[in-house]
């Protein structure tokens, strides 16, 4: 099932997915089991709030949330804590939100204390150009590959080479991605508030595409990576696995391993070849150039280092 529609169909089931899977703290690092269920707990009851003002997690805006605070402070000990660690959540949950194009907007910035950005957001983690040569040369294929290792070179290939999101590799088909030609590209369909696209491939990812395209021959139509065995859908925690075991066989350790990596990878890369913020948020398919300028501001600081 495609991402966005489960965060429509079934929220809280999508919720504990990206928690699992991807969400991170102020300091990169995934949520413990505990605070995962407390974050559970909480979004949960977010979400009976806004379900019952007829609204959804792509919808509602800041006066459901203003709504949402008065009520939790009127249940609550005056003095608590309570109210800043629902604004960091559905702030965190809101720019997640905006990141897949199901919003384009963050409604949680808009309401005290998030009249703008928190301090503690995280910096965005990338890999730095060695690292990134590193595993470039990783996906390329060898005479001993099996089919899973083709796969997996294939997938890291596709992210980092065209800065895809995962939920548009888990949609990719065969016909989206073209690997001869003069311009190797891949094409990502609308999604939510994300218009269709087409980027451009790094030269490096073409091998590994080419091989796994070669050895797994179907129909245009059919998935690019479908899951292993039943066909379908692959889901987000075998892309995190193939990711994180692809870092660590060129002995990179991050706090965070998952596919976000290599997008930023990806996006810093264009900034670093001269293009501008605007450019690059186009081809990563955002609406907002927030995570652009974050990894801009890395080159300066690096430059001023």
């Known amino acids: 099932m495609d991402t966005n529609s489960t965060w429509l169909s079934a929220p809280s089931d999508a919720y504990r997915i990206w928690q699992e899977t991807e969400a991170v703290g102020a300091d990169r690092r995934p949520f413990s089991a505990r605070s995962r269920l407390q974050h559970a707990a909480m979004f949960d009851r977010f979400l009976r709030h806004i379900h019952e003002r007829h609204a959804?997690?792509?919808?509602?805006?800041a006066a459901h949330i203003e709504s949402f605070f008065n009520d939790v402070e009127r249940r609550t000990t005056p003095g608590t804590t309570t109210r800043l660690r629902y604004a960091k959540l559905l702030n965190r949950l809101c720019r997640h939100l905006v990141e897949i194009g199901l919003r384009t907007t963050n409604p949680a910035s808009e309401v005290r204390p998030f009249e703008r950005w928190p301090e503690d957001e995280p910096l965005p983690l990338y890999l730095d150009q060695p690292t990134d040569e590193r595993l470039q040369a990783w996906t390329n294929p060898s005479a001993q590959d099996d089919s899973r290792i083709l796969r997996n070179r294939a997938i890291v290939a596709l992210f980092l080479g065209s800065g895809i999101s995962a939920a548009e590799l888990r949609?990719?088909?065969r016909c989206h991605v073209?690997?001869?030609g003069a311009r190797p590209n891949v094409f990502v369909p609308k999604r939510g508030a994300r218009d269709q696209r087409r980027v451009t491939l790094a030269h490096f990812a073409s091998p590994a595409l080419r091989q796994w395209i070669d050895v797994q021959p179907s129909a245009d139509d059919a998935l690019l990576f479908p899951a292993p065995g039943q066909g379908g859908v692959v889901n987000d925690v075998l892309l995190g696995t193939v990711v994180k075991d692809a870092l660590e066989a060129i002995g990179f350790?991050?706090?965070?391993?998952?596919?976000?990596?290599?997008?930023?990878?990806?996006?810093?890369r264009q900034l670093l070849s001269g293009r501008s913020n605007e450019d690059t948020t186009a081809m990563l398919g955002l609406v907002s150039q927030r995570t652009?300028?974050?990894l801009r501001a890395t080159i300066s600081e690096a430059g001023s280092s």
């Open 56 to 61: 959804s997690v792509a919808t509602f805006d």
């Open 171 to 173: 949609q990719a088909h």
């Open 178 to 180: 073209v690997v001869d």
């Open 253 to 268: 350790v991050a706090p965070d391993m998952s596919p976000r990596i290599l997008r930023n990878t990806f996006a810093r």
């Open 292 to 294: 652009v300028v974050r």
